[in-house]
């Protein structure tokens, strides 16, 4: 460990920033991503019964499809989330956003060339690991680069762009399902996936390093010199002047900190936070993966609706996921995180239990339903996305993405496992029942992660990162015992 304390006003600098095209950049860069899971997870789903149809080229049933390759990619995320999350707080947010990107676009082009089962379970794992490495570098970076002011709507807004994705991805299946032959049509999907991630790859390029990671892994200068470099761009492109902050704060860099002591922080020194940030992802990861997986299913299983056409209604329930968060993400740094998070999750738990019960009743058909569950997900998927938004703000910097990938791994385990095999299963009975069981237990776990919030949420709107938990090498937090840091509730 360095000796060295120094005292840098990068982060005050980098939230005074006005919002520029160099913003943009990053959000074109690293926000991107999203659109990849959305098309990934609604490419599977919609195309599960296409998979198992004799001459598709893999011996495998729709069940299969929507229940252990869903599993797989979701196990694969969670690994890679942890894995790389890991990485990228040693090693930096540029390096390993590279990286993961490149896993992805791996595992989704050896999906395309499936021969077998065992095959496409495989590389549905490795997928699912490249797309778990990019929520933990992704959202870290982000946080890291986006100006306080704006990093609620912007963090929420970008999560929410899955959905983007998922619209594509189910308007894409419809001629393939309906065009294409069923030996290589499905392929053709995956590829697309794999020409749209290469595309963000030249884009991400020229986003750099976060130069908060930099000045407390020793590379001080280079945290400045970059600073520095972006002012001046902001200033010539934006025809702005910046005025000059005085807001220090003093650190002791280091190379790197040990596991043991970030996931002592965690738990230890943010036992509330810990708490918060399980019941958040608990409670969207099961509802999202136990029903978007298996949506085509339903819809096949319980209305009869033809495999070709499934990607019709996706897409219209897609649009409200995504409307969702653009429409309400200004709400969540003007109103408050408290309100809107515990909002946003308690009235989608509300409406989906309605929706359980009017299923249940035999009351709703296809169409019925699609705009049952519009209404549901307009207001759960800016939950959802704010819950990467909480867990990514309010713990130390040095941590940040291992925190991401901590929680994003534990609920997804939880209910991104466990949900689309339970799920698949429940609907697989062809029984209303079952299903309505699948859809409650999703609802109450969001009405409770809700109420969660609304006790133990963090007011972190329009605050910096650093006002919101001491970064560990700060010299002010070495001075104290390990349980008096700042904002340790």
């Known amino acids: 460990m360095s000796s060295d304390v120094i005292r840098t006003d990068v982060p005050a600098r980098l939230d005074r920033l006005p919002w520029a095209r160099w913003h943009w950049m990053i959000v074109v860069g690293l926000g991107t991503v999203w659109i990849l899971d959305g098309l990934e997870v609604t490419i599977v789903g919609n195309l599960s ?3 198992a ?43 390993l956003f590279m990286v993961t990107l490149g896993v992805y676009l791996f595992g989704t082009a050896m999906t395309a060339l499936s021969f077998h089962a065992w095959w496409f379970f495989l590389f549905r794992f490795v997928t699912g690991a490249g797309i778990g490495g990019e929520y933990a570098a992704i959202n870290s970076a982000i946080d890291e680069l986006i100006p306080a002011r704006y990093r609620g709507r912007v963090d929420i807004v970008i999560n929410g762009t899955y959905w983007a994705g998922a619209a594509f991805g189910a308007l894409l299946t419809v001629p393939i399902l309906t065009a294409l032959p069923v030996s290589w049509g499905w392929r053709v999907a995956f590829g697309l996936g794999v020409v749209l991630g290469l595309v963000i790859l030249l884009v991400r390029r020229h986003v750099p390093e976060s130069p908060r990671w930099l000045f407390i892994h020793q590379r001080g200068d280079e945290a400045e010199r970059l600073v520095s470099d972006v002012e001046r761009t902001v200033e010539r492109e934006d025809e702005v002047q910046l005025e000059p902050v005085d807001d220090y704060m003093t650190v002791r860099p280091r190379r790197s900190i040990g596991f043991g002591r970030i996931a002592g922080t965690l738990v230890r020194r943010y036992p509330k936070r810990a708490a918060l940030g399980l019941a958040l992802f608990v409670g969207q990861a099961f509802l999202y993966n136990a029903i978007t997986f298996g949506y085509a299913q339903i819809l096949q299983t319980f209305f009869k609706v033809p495999p070709g056409s499934t990607g019709y209604y996706f897409a219209v329930i897609a649009v409200g996921n995504l409307l969702g968060p653009l429409l309400l993400a200004p709400l969540f740094d003007s109103l408050g995180r408290k309100v809107m998070i515990t909002g946003t999750y308690v009235l989608s738990g509300v409406l989906l239990l309605g929706t359980a019960l009017l299923f249940d009743r035999g009351a709703l058909s296809a169409t019925t339903l699609t705009a049952c569950w519009c209404a549901v997900l307009f207001f759960a998927s800016a939950g959802a996305s704010s819950a990467y938004l909480t867990v990514s703000e309010i713990f130390p910097m ?10 994003y791994a534990i609920g997804t385990a939880v209910g991104g496992i466990t949900g689309p095999l339970l799920f698949a299963g429940l609907v697989g009975t062809g029984k209303t029942g079952d299903t309505a069981v699948a859809f409650a237990i999703g609802a109450i776990l969001m009405i409770v992660a809700g109420l969660v919030e609304a006790v133990l949420g963090v007011k972190a709107e329009r605050k910096s990162l650093e006002s919101l938990a001491t970064p560990l090498s700060a010299a002010e937090a070495e001075s104290r015992p390990e349980g008096a840091a700042q904002a340790t509730a």
Request: glycine share 16%; net charge positive.
């Open 398 to 407: 040095e941590t940040r993405a291992l925190a991401i990938a901590f929680f």
């Open 53 to 95: 149809e004799k001459g598709s080229g893999l011996d495998i049933t729709q069940s299969q499809v929507t229940g252990l390759g869903a599993a797989m990619y979701v196990l694969g995320a969670c690994i890679g989330a942890l894995f790389f999350g890991w990485l990228t707080d040693r090693f930096g947010r540029k390096k």
């Open 49 to 51: 019964g296409r998979l």
